[in-house]
């Protein structure tokens, strides 16, 4: 039995390779202490003064001590009601690109199109939002502009992430369900969507914080203000948000208090997208485990 004698190239092969691994386990190490250290960054300013009357409590112009109660809930408010029109649809395009749609030069079009969408910037949507709704339909600025026009940024992205999802599955999958004489509807609700849930749920946790944290979108179609009011359900009521309100904070706000607002509002709106991220994966976690049984 012959024994293995490394060549000069092989030896230079392994010592390439332990290189680039090294590397890459420092580079994904520097990723996350990157991260925590924003994270510890951001939530020690704020965190340790936030309480249930900052999260309560009506903005203030002038007087200390405002808080963010009708902000937060617009903020929410409007990323349900963007979610709400935006999953069903960017998800059914998607399947329908990667599922029905023909192979030809009018469908690679599309496909481009939306992958331009993807990448233009937030104001461009905002100022379509503002086109349509205050100055179209003449409604001024609202929180159901804010919810569209978010839906609008958010289709494009969904799309693709959903097709890429879908077309990942692999063929055999499908090829059993048809031979077990499924329809081609019944072998995407019951095969293709199990197997491709993951990736889209990860899309739809990327739209959705970056529709919480956005805010040239709402600027423009939902404004600079709130009702006054904590919990007010009118989608023609104006709809400024926590991302909206912090910048006014930071940037325009005279109250003496402005730097420890900033710092408190920042913590909540990182907190809340960290938790929505979570609130979309607990179920995926469960469900893994289910299967894996």
């Known amino acids: 039995m012959s024994s293995f004698t490394p060549t000069r190239k092989n030896k230079r092969a392994l010592i390439w390779d332990k290189a680039a691994t090294g590397s890459f386990y420092a580079l994904g190490a520097a990723v996350l202490l990157f991260i925590f250290w924003l994270l510890y960054t951001?939530?020690?300013?704020?965190l340790p003064g936030i309480n249930l009357e900052f999260l309560t409590k009506l903005p203030e112009?002038?007087?200390?001590?405002?808080?963010?109660g009708?902000?937060?809930?617009?903020?929410?408010?409007?990323l349900i009601l963007s979610?709400?029109?935006?999953?069903?649809?960017?998800?059914?395009?998607?399947?329908y690109m990667a599922e029905y749609a023909p192979k030809n030069k009018f469908t690679e079009g599309l496909?481009?199109?939306v992958e331009t969408l993807s990448s233009v910037p937030?104001?461009?949507?905002?100022?379509?939002?503002?086109?349509?709704?205050?100055?179209?339909?003449?409604?001024?600025l609202t929180i159901l502009?804010?919810?569209?026009?978010?839906?609008?940024?958010?289709?494009?992205?969904?799309?693709?992430?959903?097709?890429?999802a879908v077309r990942a599955v692999p063929t055999e999958l499908r090829n059993a369900s048809y031979a077990l004489g499924t329809t081609k509807f019944q072998t995407i609700r019951t095969v293709i969507l199990p197997v491709s849930l993951h990736a889209i749920v990860t899309g739809i946790c990327l739209v959705a914080g970056r529709a919480f944290g956005e805010s040239a979108v709402i600027i423009l179609t939902a404004g600079l203000s709130t009702s006054g009011e904590m919990w007010d359900f009118s989608l023609f009521s104006p709809g400024e948000t926590l991302a909206v309100h912090l910048w006014y904070v930071q940037s325009e706000a005279i109250v003496e208090d402005a730097k420890q607002i900033a710092d408190k509002?920042?913590?909540?709106?990182?907190?809340?997208?960290?938790?929505?991220n979570l609130l979309f994966r607990v179920p995926l976690w469960f469900n893994n485990r289910k299967l894996k049984k």
């Open 122 to 140: 937030s104001i461009v949507f905002g100022m379509l939002g503002l086109a349509i709704f205050a100055e179209y339909f003449d409604i001024g």
């Open 61 to 68: 112009e002038i007087d200390v001590g405002g808080g963010i």
């Open 70 to 78: 009708p902000v937060l809930f617009n903020s929410f408010y409007i």
């Open 83 to 95: 979610l709400i029109i935006s999953i069903p649809i960017g998800v059914g395009a998607g399947i």
């Open 111 to 113: 496909r481009i199109c």
């Open 42 to 46: 951001i939530l020690s300013k704020g």
């Open 145 to 164: 502009g804010g919810a569209v026009s978010l839906a609008f940024l958010n289709l494009p992205t969904l799309a693709r992430v959903t097709e890429e």
């Open 265 to 276: 509002s920042a913590a909540v709106l990182v907190f809340v997208v960290l938790f929505l």
